[in-house]
């Protein structure tokens, strides 16, 4: 019958409201082929794919009396054109008004009645570019049923993909509230312990969820317990957020962070810095620089707790995406004035993460395969929800793509940008991605708490020169 939701999909409906919507996005900015690009070919493309990948064509329906957890069902008026949506900037479509269509966008709540996730072409970009913007529930993709829409959109090859789908799907019969009772008491029957958990599961707290999900992972319920003996320190970034939001995307050179790496950590313990450590230290320097120009207090001891899943590989040189997602909270230096002392400390405290276990992986909590970035993105931004959100001020998402060019019908794309959600009290999120020899990152902020997010996009340029101009640290 039914395919029924997991208590952690759940929560994610459960505690979404209008200022933190649950989905999370993508900005795929591409190159316009010869010929050209339209809205009709991206739906045809979409059409196909999602042929492979059933759950993009259910909804969500709740059980009366919420007796059980909501069940998936075949949406029986499935219209792609409703999901796949068509915009463009006005002249001259600067990367600026990208970035404030996504504001616009993003914050919107996907439609409950519909199967949770859209895509938009943007054009009118200029220098010939076209932009597809997505947008996938968390409680949509769990990496084992459903992966992220922009997983499905891209290609290796720059010439078109020619499969042929027998896409012979026919929507099943949509359930009664009689059925819908019944196969939820079924189910109370083989798991009786269900019935108590939905019922007793107002889901006022996303670390007691976690704690009854998550519960056969004993690696995430240890490792949150033992962050918790420390909350987070009193930040700006912790406040109210509405419902309006700013974006900011940033684009730096991978080759740059390699320098970084290599210039500044020769010695004994080069091995002990990776790729993703001098991300975070580039980070932590727009952290000091934002917080200076707002006239904050930055003091030795000032430091922004990041709550931080990274995709961990065997060789930091390969950036290829890769199976493991592990989540650490590391203490961001912003108080120390040295930039490769920065970096040092940073490398150290993850070091630390590791060696004592503390890391969380991915693997644990699904069995996930290979994946793309945009579906990492999103696994991460559900590990985020499934653990106390006084634990830490922000959420940085670095996730390693292929460093080869992804092209959608023979358009190349140029960048990409993830969208990571907000919580209650947080007003930013930082996700990046790496891709064909770039670093790119997305800032997404609370439009009030944040009105200045274009100064900390600005920040990561500069910190990251700073690094590439820093004298190597000193033992102290």
């Known amino acids: 019958m039914s395919d029924r939701m997991s208590t952690l999909d759940s929560s994610f409906l459960t ?31 979409i059409s196909r794919r999602i042929a492979y990948v059933p759950r993009y064509r259910q909804r969500v329906r709740f059980v009366p009396g919420r007796l059980a957890n909501p069940v998936w069902i075949d949406d029986e008026r499935f219209d792609v054109t409703y999901h796949v949506r068509r915009s463009a900037l ?3 479509g600067d990367d600026e008004q990208l970035e404030e269509l996504i504001a616009r966008i993003q914050p919107r709540q996907l439609d409950r009645n519909r199967p949770l996730w859209e895509v938009y072409l943007v054009e ?3 220098d010939d570019r076209f932009a597809i913007i997505t947008k996938t529930h968390q409680a949509l993709v769990d990496g084992v049923h459903a992966v992220d829409i922009a997983h499905l959109i891209l290609e290796d090859s720059e010439t078109p993909g020619t499969e042929s789908v027998d896409d012979t799907w026919r929507p099943s019969r949509e359930p009664s509230q009689t059925e819908l009772v019944v196969s939820a008491l079924a189910d109370t029957v083989r798991a009786p312990s269900q019935l108590l958990e939905t019922v007793q599961s107002g889901i006022t707290d996303v670390k007691e969820t976690a704690g009854r999900v998550l519960g056969a992972a004993g690696e995430v319920v240890s490792a949150v317990a033992r962050a918790s003996t420390s909350p987070a320190p009193e930040s700006p970034l912790n406040a109210r957020v509405g419902r309006a939001r700013r974006y900011v995307m940033v684009g730096t050179d991978l080759e740059d962070y390699k320098k970084v790496r290599s210039r500044l950590t020769k010695g004994a313990f080069a091995d002990d810095v990776s790729i993703n450590d001098v991300i975070l230290a580039t980070v932590t320097g727009a952290f000091r620089t ?5 006239g904050e207090s930055v003091h030795g001891a000032t430091t922004i707790r990041a709550m931080v899943p990274v995709s961990t590989h065997d060789d930091d040189s390969e950036l290829s995406p890769g199976r493991n997602l592990t989540a650490c909270f590391v203490d961001l230096p912003v108080g120390e004035p040295g930039a490769s002392m920065r970096l040092h400390q940073i490398a150290f405290a993850m070091r630390q993460q590791m060696e004592a276990g503390r890391a969380v992986g991915a693997d644990t909590l699904s069995g996930l ?3 793309a970035p945009p579906t990492m993105h999103t696994l991460a931004a559900r590990l985020g929800g499934a653990v106390s959100r006084r ?3 922000v959420a940085i998402t670095n996730v390693p793509g292929p460093q080869h060019p992804l092209y959608v019908a023979g358009a190349q794309m140029a960048s990409t940008y993830p969208v990571m959600p907000l919580g209650p009290n947080k007003a930013l999120s930082i996700g990046l991605t790496s891709y064909d020899g770039g670093v790119y990152y997305g800032l997404y902020a609370d439009r009030d708490a944040l009105p200045d997010a274009d100064v900390l996009g600005q920040s990561i340029v500069d910190a990251l020169q ?7 640290a000193r033992a102290r």
């Not at 200022?19 to 900005?27: A, E, K, L």
């Not at 934002?290 to 707002?294: G, K, S, Y």
């Not at 700073?466 to 190597?472: F, G, I, S």
Request: glycine content about 12%; cysteine-free; overall charge negative.
């Open 391 to 393: 634990l830490f001020n």
């Open 124 to 126: 009118g970009l200029a």
């Open 466 to 472: 700073e690094l590439l101009e820093a004298p190597r």
């Open 90 to 92: 006005p002249r001259p």
């Open 369 to 371: 395969g290979g994946f």
């Open 290 to 294: 934002w917080l200076m120009t707002r």
């Open 15 to 45: 505690l979404e409201n209008s200022s933190t919507p649950m989905h999370v996005g993508s900005v795929m900015v591409f190159d316009a082929p010869e010929g050209g690009f339209d809205y009709d070919r991206l739906v045809g493309i």
